[in-house]
C-alpha cells in the first residue's frame, strides 16, 4: 500500500512545459510500478504513461510521445513527468497512480490513486 500526493500542475501557453511529481509514502514504494492517467471535462479517464518498479520499461499514449517523458526516483519514493511541447489538448487533471511491478494501461488495475493535479494550456 502506498498514498500518493501530485504537484507541479499549472498554466502554461501551448509549446511550454511542466514537471509533474508525485511523492510516495509507504515501504513498498520500490516495487510498484508508477503511472500517470488524465481526464479531461467532459472526457472519460485516459492512460498517459507508465513506469515499471525498476525504471527500465516505459509506455505512453500515443499522442504524447517524444513529447512527455516519465521517470522515478525510488531512493526518493518520487516519481515525475516531464511534459514538453504542451498543447490545449493536454489539459486535464492529471492523476499519479501505483500498482505492485508491472505496468498496465488499465485505470482499474491500479490500486492507488493521489487526488490529481490540473494542468490547463492556453492557447
Known amino acids: 500500500q502506498v498514498q500518493l500526493e501530485e504537484s507541479g500542475g499549472g498554466l502554461v501557453q501551448a509549446g511550454g512545459s511542466l514537471r509533474l511529481s508525485c511523492a510516495a509514502s509507504g515501504r513498498t514504494f520500490s516495487r510498484y510500478a508508477m503511472g500517470w492517467f488524465r481526464q479531461a471535462p467532459g472526457k472519460e479517464r485516459e492512460f498517459v504513461a507508465a513506469i515499471n518498479w525498476s525504471g527500465g520499461s516505459t509506455n505512453y499514449k500515443d499522442s504524447v510521445k517524444g513529447r512527455f517523458t516519465i521517470s522515478r526516483d525510488n531512493a526518493k519514493n518520487t516519481v515525475y513527468l516531464q511534459m514538453n511541447s504542451l498543447k490545449p489538448e493536454d489539459t486535464a487533471i492529471y492523476y499519479c497512480?501505483?500498482?505492485?511491478?508491472?505496468?498496465?494501461?488499465?485505470?482499474?488495475?491500479?490500486?492507488?490513486w493521489g487526488q490529481g493535479t490540473q494542468v490547463t494550456v492556453a492557447s
Open positions: 497512480v501505483a500498482r505492485i511491478m508491472f505496468i498496465s494501461t488499465m485505470g482499474n488495475e491500479y490500486s492507488n
